[in-house]
């Protein structure tokens, strides 16, 4: 079977088409000028232009959403479209060829070609390489150089998906030959060129002159991207005018947002889930009675309705969402049962359980709160619940896959293999229960390569099913995107909901009305 662009195009419009209905405005005819200024959280003072390492928005929107291209890019309504590759084929999803876009100069003035993509792929499987994207790169066997323009990936196993793991903002392309002096200095080829950068405070960008994606995009003639990681903080910023745009809206506060006039609210349904992970290895969470006990001693609705205000959907303990085109909507809901949990601990040789939980609000905002919610909940199971609050600056190195038990949030990805290998693979960087369940391995690499979508959809369903039933991950909630900015901000209509900020490229799509 031969897998052309359009089949995968079509493919990524059916696993991500919904309905999106921003309150802010749209204009047909974009203005150009003026500077975009942003408030975002996700900083960190360890931040870098190391792509690798990049795990939430700030460096992701600052990264493969302004300063940097990746080969392909997921559009705002879903559909796989080319950045720095210009067309791919393959025969039989094993073997990929990707041309690449003619014209194209890195801010320094090097020229872009296939060197550049073979040795941007290579980062991720170096020695010592700690890279979110090692399972997607690690799968390529053999990366050719066909011509300047032109690669030939060929797969150890073959992957239909393949041209959508392209667009992960950890697979940045970088300047062969130079590619410490530009992580160093973050020189890319994206629409906007570094200015200045302070890790966790601020960056500053310009337009690049003559881009090779032209005037359609990139509307801005600078963009500021400021870190305010304080919740409050970042909302009196758009409040006062200190920025135009910010992320993760306070639900307390978007009442006073909604009430200005000046502002306007956006949000999209999307896959972003946040979750509590257990080190499936570590006691007592290598018991599936234990595991099993928690996750029926959380009360979803509650969270639904208290932490997210409405803005989500309850979770099943498993990551792929109502986005996905092989979500399983009719798998039964794990229910809040404190006697089922209390049964479940004493199959497991327990009458109650004491354990800690970190949380910190760096990990999804309200995630303190959650964690407070889960520990009421869970001590009619017999359940102590002991929340830490964790600093929120240096959470995702310090806490995250280090502590047994803590607070998470996944943005959700574009496909189900996507989700499932960057998270919950056996050995992967990222797996942040190291959790290991054969079968669930075997179905994993079988529906990889399964062209038959009806095929495909029993495999993912069995999957969703294990994680479930088995899994070391808790999902209790799915999470709206809901960002704010000024009413003075317009977009064509349709937002992203693959990340958060319109797929981390508010930068590129939006313009000043």
Same mark, same amino acid.
């Not at 963009?223 to 910023?237: K, P, Y």
């Not at 977009?491 to 000043?512: L, V």
């Given at each position: 079977?031969?897998?052309?662009?359009?089949?995968?195009?079509?493919?990524?419009?059916?696993?991500?088409?919904?309905?999106?209905?921003?309150?802010?405005?749209?204009?047909?005819?974009?203005?150009?000028?003026?500077?975009?200024?942003?408030?975002?959280?996700?900083?960190?003072?360890?931040?870098?232009?190391?792509?690798?390492?990049?795990?939430?928005?700030?460096?992701?929107?600052?990264?493969?959403?302004?300063?940097?291209?990746?080969?392909?890019?997921?559009?705002?309504?879903?559909?796989?479209?080319?950045?720095?590759?210009?067309?791919?084929?393959?025969?039989?999803?094993?073997?990929?060829?990707?041309?690449?876009?003619?014209?194209?100069?890195?801010?320094?003035?090097?020229?872009?070609?296939?060197?550049?993509?073979?040795?941007?792929?290579?980062?991720?499987?170096?020695?010592?390489?700690?890279?979110?994207?090692?399972?997607?790169?690690?799968?390529?066997?053999?990366?050719?150089?066909?011509?300047?323009?032109?690669?030939?990936?060929?797969?150890?196993?073959?992957?239909?998906?393949?041209?959508?793991?392209?667009?992960?903002?950890?697979?940045?392309?970088?300047?062969?030959?130079?590619?410490?002096?530009?992580?160093?200095?973050?020189?890319?080829?994206?629409?906007?060129?570094?200015?200045?950068?302070?890790?966790?405070?601020?960056?500053?960008?310009?337009?690049?002159?003559?881009?090779?994606?032209?005037?359609?995009?990139?509307?801005?003639?600078?963009?500021?991207?400021?870190?305010?990681?304080?919740?409050?903080?970042?909302?009196?910023?758009?409040?006062?005018?200190?920025?135009?745009?910010?992320?993760?809206?306070?639900?307390?506060?978007?009442?006073?947002?909604?009430?200005?006039?000046?502002?306007?609210?956006?949000?999209?349904?999307?896959?972003?889930?946040?979750?509590?992970?257990?080190?499936?290895?570590?006691?007592?969470?290598?018991?599936?009675?234990?595991?099993?006990?928690?996750?029926?001693?959380?009360?979803?609705?509650?969270?639904?309705?208290?932490?997210?205000?409405?803005?989500?959907?309850?979770?099943?303990?498993?990551?792929?969402?109502?986005?996905?085109?092989?979500?399983?909507?009719?798998?039964?809901?794990?229910?809040?049962?404190?006697?089922?949990?209390?049964?479940?601990?004493?199959?497991?040789?327990?009458?109650? !359980? %004491?354990?800690?939980?970190?949380?910190?609000?760096?990990? $999804?905002?309200?995630? &303190?709160? /959650?964690?407070?919610?889960?520990? =009421?909940?869970?001590?009619?199971?017999?359940?102590?619940?002991?929340?830490?609050?964790?600093?929120?600056?240096?959470?995702?190195?310090?806490?995250?896959?280090?502590?047994?038990?803590?607070?998470?949030?996944?943005?959700?990805?574009?496909?189900?293999?996507?989700?499932?290998?960057?998270?919950?693979?056996?050995?992967?960087?990222?797996?942040?229960?190291?959790?290991?369940?054969?079968?669930?391995?075997?179905?994993?690499?079988?529906?990889?390569?399964?062209?038959?979508?009806?095929?495909?959809?029993?495999?993912?369903?069995?999957?969703?099913?294990? !994680? %479930?039933?088995?899994?070391?991950?808790?999902?209790?909630? $799915?999470?709206?995107? &809901?960002? /704010?900015?000024?009413?003075?901000? =317009?977009?064509?209509?349709?937002?992203?909901?693959?990340?958060?900020?319109?797929?981390?490229?508010?930068?590129?799509?939006?313009?000043?009305?």
């Amino acid at each position: 079977m031969n897998i052309t662009r359009r089949d995968v195009l079509k493919a990524g419009a059916a696993a991500t088409a919904l309905s999106l209905m921003p309150t802010i405005p749209a204009h047909s005819m974009p203005k150009k000028g003026g500077r975009l200024r942003l408030g975002l959280d996700g900083s960190n003072t360890s931040d870098s232009w190391d792509s690798r390492t990049h795990s939430d928005i700030f460096m992701i929107l600052s990264g493969h959403g302004t300063v940097f291209d990746c080969l392909t890019e997921i559009a705002a309504d879903g559909q796989l479209t080319g950045e720095l590759a210009e067309s791919w084929d393959s025969d039989d999803a094993k073997t990929w060829v990707f041309n690449l876009r003619k014209g194209v100069t890195f801010h320094n003035g090097k020229s872009f070609g296939a060197d550049d993509v073979i040795e941007s792929l290579q980062l991720h499987v170096a020695e010592g390489a700690k890279s979110a994207a090692q399972p997607i790169v690690s799968n390529i066997s053999e990366m050719k150089k066909m011509n300047e323009h032109q690669v030939q990936l060929v797969l150890d196993k073959g992957n239909a998906d393949f041209p959508f793991l392209m667009s992960d903002y950890h697979i940045c392309m970088f300047p062969a030959g130079q590619i410490p002096e530009a992580m160093a200095n973050g020189i890319g080829t994206g629409l906007y060129a570094v200015q200045s950068f302070d890790p966790g405070v601020r960056l500053v960008t310009k337009r690049y002159a003559d881009h090779y994606k032209g005037d359609g995009v990139g509307h801005f003639d600078e963009v500021e991207v400021i870190a305010i990681n304080d919740t409050a903080a970042r909302m009196n910023a758009l409040m006062t005018g200190q920025v135009d745009a910010v992320n993760r809206v306070d639900f307390n506060t978007e009442p006073l947002l909604r009430a200005n006039p000046n502002l306007g609210i956006f949000e999209v349904t999307g896959n972003q889930h946040y979750t509590f992970p257990m080190l499936s290895k570590t006691a007592p969470f290598h018991d599936n009675n234990v595991r099993q006990a928690l996750k029926h001693a959380i009360n979803r609705q509650e969270m639904v309705d208290k932490i997210l205000q409405g803005h989500g959907q309850v979770g099943n303990d498993h990551p792929i969402g109502p986005a996905n085109q092989y979500h399983f909507s009719d798998l039964p809901q794990t229910e809040y049962d404190p006697d089922k949990a209390r049964s479940l601990l004493s199959k497991a040789g327990l009458s109650e !359980l %004491n354990v800690d939980l970190s949380a910190s609000n760096a990990g $999804f905002p309200g995630a &303190v709160d /959650a964690a407070q919610l889960y520990q =009421a909940s869970a001590k009619a199971a017999g359940i102590n619940i002991n929340v830490v609050q964790e600093p929120a600056d240096g959470y995702w190195s310090n806490v995250w896959l280090k502590k047994p038990w803590c607070a998470c949030y996944w943005s959700g990805r574009t496909t189900e293999d996507w989700m499932f290998s960057t998270a919950y693979e056996a050995g992967v960087p990222w797996n942040d229960s190291e959790w290991d369940h054969p079968r669930f391995q075997e179905l994993l690499y079988k529906g990889r390569v399964e062209l038959d979508s009806d095929k495909r959809r029993a495999i993912y369903h069995e999957m969703q099913m294990i !994680l %479930n039933q088995e899994g070391g991950v808790i999902v209790p909630m $799915f999470a709206s995107y &809901v960002g /704010a900015s000024s009413t003075g901000l =317009a977009n064509n209509g349709t937002i992203g909901n693959t990340w958060m900020m319109d797929n981390a490229r508010m930068a590129e799509r939006w313009w000043f009305a």
